[in-house]
């Protein structure tokens, strides 16, 4: 092994982008339940794993994932919040294939280096990415490898032992692969013009390609799950560990204007003609007020005020909508997944009813959540108070809210 010590890119020049390999069918490791990407292991999918090792790691920027065009469904499932940090790519009918589309998707980004790495390799850890970032220089690339410690064996055309290989220099090879950007993009792409498409590695493409590739110590531990029993003995190890509780959490959020003279209202993105209209600073939809407070909370994020004072004069007449998209963006750069929205409104009138699927529709927008996981009800106060003399209207929120589970000490 080298030491990889000339041409090196130094930790300021920013951060490093990876691609996630995930576009195989895994055949040997069984169809039962789905790509063995997609299985379980220690109560979560395979790829979640390998997502969350590289989306928490400090030193990576955008992470592109290529995935099977059949697998949308399976990859939201399976990554949960994290499905929204990604740059999603369908891969193609290779391994190589899926590289070179997934590198295409961060052309726009220009990162300076990039890594990698087969989604189902979920015990990578950060301190082989640290190792691998390190190796990758102004022209060369890094690979991750053990030295092989088997006795190999050349098998004869009859099947009989033919003769023994020395394993003197030989390594297996791992993932993540790191290179610069631009480099390992142009020989995929040369490859792909050429096409030359039975390279079974990045490495390999480097080396046609004559990029120098330093080898950087892998990790025993950095397994690829190929046949069932690797899934299973998987499973065993993790679910032999400390289990990750969930994280669920749940805000809540009051809001109240009073009426004034005007010819409609807008409740929960919906304007409803009416003999008055809401008071307030923005255009008073007490609803999304009050769902904007309710997600704020699910993270510690303060309140609507914080974020967008009254005082502030961008904000007058400005559509409330705006302030529930940028909650839930806070919620999910947070890592947050909006799992429901219930929100009650209290007025006499205007009447609320024909209006809920408008509404369901444009929260459902709002919040990008399916129309299930909202719900919106009306009640009167019974002629009492404030609400009851048709002096204004009320509404309470409630949202839930599901974070990455903790591993408690």
Same mark, same amino acid.
């Given at each position: 092994?080298?030491?990889?010590?000339?041409?090196?890119?130094?930790?300021? %020049?920013?951060?490093?982008?990876?691609?996630?390999?995930?576009?195989?069918?895994?055949?040997?490791?069984?169809?039962?339940?789905?790509? +063995?990407?997609?299985?379980?292991?220690?109560?979560?999918?395979?790829?979640?794993?390998?997502?969350? =090792?590289?989306?928490?790691?400090?030193?990576?920027?955008?992470?592109?994932?290529?995935?099977?065009?059949?697998?949308?469904?399976?990859?939201?499932?399976?990554?949960?919040?994290?499905?929204?940090?990604?740059?999603?790519?369908?891969?193609?009918?290779?391994?190589?294939?899926?590289?070179?589309?997934?590198?295409?998707?961060?052309?726009?980004?220009?990162?300076?280096?990039?890594?990698?790495?087969?989604?189902?390799?979920?015990?990578?850890? *950060?301190?082989?990415?640290?190792?691998?970032?390190?190796? =990758?220089?102004?022209?060369?690339? *890094?690979?991750?490898?053990?030295?092989?410690?088997?006795?190999?064996?050349?098998? #004869?055309? #009859?099947?009989?032992?033919?003769?023994?290989?020395?394993? #003197?220099?030989?390594?297996?090879?791992?993932?993540?692969?790191?290179?610069?950007? /631009?480099? !390992?993009?142009?020989? $995929?792409?040369?490859?792909?013009?050429?096409? +030359?498409?039975?390279?079974?590695?990045?490495?390999?493409?480097?080396? /046609?390609?004559?990029?120098?590739?330093?080898?950087?110590?892998?990790?025993?531990?950095?397994?690829?799950?190929? /046949?069932?029993?690797? !899934?299973?003995?998987?499973?065993?190890?993790?679910?032999?560990?400390?289990?990750?509780?969930?994280?669920?959490?749940?805000?809540?959020?009051?809001?109240?204007?009073?009426?004034?003279?005007?010819? $409609?209202?807008?409740?929960?993105?919906?304007?409803?003609?009416? %003999?008055?209209?809401?008071?307030?600073?923005?255009?008073?939809?007490?609803?999304?007020?009050?769902?904007?407070? @309710?997600?704020?909370?699910?993270?510690?994020?303060?309140?609507?005020?914080? $974020?967008?004072?009254?005082? %502030?004069?961008?904000? +007058?007449?400005?559509?409330?909508?705006?302030? &529930?998209?940028?909650?839930?963006?806070?919620?999910?750069?947070?890592?947050?997944? =909006?799992?429901? @929205?219930?929100?009650?409104?209290?007025?006499?009138?205007?009447? &609320?009813?024909?209006?809920?699927?408008?509404?369901?529709? @444009?929260?459902?927008?709002?919040?990008? =959540?399916?129309?299930?996981? !909202? #719900?919106? +009800?009306?009640?009167?106060?019974?002629?009492?108070?404030?609400?009851?003399?048709?002096?204004?209207?009320?509404? !309470? *929120?409630?949202?839930?809210? &599901?974070?990455?589970?903790?591993?408690?000490?």
């Amino acid at each position: 092994m080298t030491d990889a010590s000339e041409n090196r890119v130094s930790s300021e %020049d920013g951060k490093v982008a990876v691609v996630i390999v995930a576009a195989g069918r895994g055949a040997r490791a069984g169809q039962a339940n789905g790509p +063995k990407q997609y299985q379980h292991i220690g109560g979560y999918a395979v790829i979640a794993h390998t997502l969350e =090792i590289f989306l928490s790691h400090p030193r990576t920027s955008e992470v592109v994932v290529a995935i099977h065009a059949d697998d949308h469904e399976l990859f939201r499932e399976a990554a949960g919040a994290n499905a929204e940090r990604v740059i999603l790519v369908m891969g193609g009918a290779t391994r190589q294939a899926s590289v070179r589309l997934g590198l295409l998707a961060l052309r726009s980004h220009a990162p300076g280096r990039v890594l990698i790495h087969d989604a189902v390799r979920p015990f990578v850890d *950060a301190d082989l990415i640290d190792r691998t970032i390190a190796a =990758i220089g102004e022209r060369e690339g *890094a690979l991750p490898a053990l030295p092989v410690a088997d006795t190999l064996k050349r098998e #004869s055309a #009859s099947g009989l032992v033919g003769e023994t290989v020395s394993r #003197s220099g030989l390594h297996t090879a791992q993932t993540p692969q790191g290179f610069p950007f /631009w480099p !390992i993009l142009a020989a $995929h792409e040369k490859a792909h013009h050429l096409r +030359k498409m039975d390279f079974t590695d990045d490495s390999a493409i480097a080396e /046609w390609a004559n990029i120098p590739v330093n080898i950087v110590p892998g990790s025993p531990d950095n397994i690829k799950l190929t /046949w069932a029993r690797d !899934i299973a003995m998987a499973d065993q190890r993790l679910s032999g560990e400390r289990v990750r509780f969930p994280d669920i959490r749940t805000g809540n959020g009051y809001d109240v204007h009073a009426f004034e003279p005007g010819d $409609h209202v807008t409740l929960c993105g919906v304007a409803i003609t009416h %003999d008055k209209k809401l008071s307030g600073h923005s255009d008073a939809d007490v609803g999304l007020h009050a769902l904007t407070d @309710a997600l704020l909370a699910t993270c510690g994020a303060g309140d609507i005020g914080t $974020h967008f004072p009254p005082t %502030d004069p961008q904000w +007058k007449g400005a559509a409330s909508r705006i302030f &529930v998209e940028y909650a839930a963006r806070l919620v999910r750069e947070r890592g947050g997944r =909006i799992a429901n @929205a219930d929100i009650t409104l209290i007025c006499e009138a205007p009447r &609320v009813g024909p209006h809920r699927d408008a509404m369901t529709a @444009a929260l459902s927008q709002m919040l990008a =959540i399916s129309p299930d996981r !909202i #719900s919106i +009800k009306a009640t009167t106060n019974e002629k009492l108070g404030f609400v009851g003399r048709e002096e204004g209207i009320a509404a !309470i *929120a409630t949202a839930s809210v &599901v974070f990455p589970g903790e591993v408690p000490e």
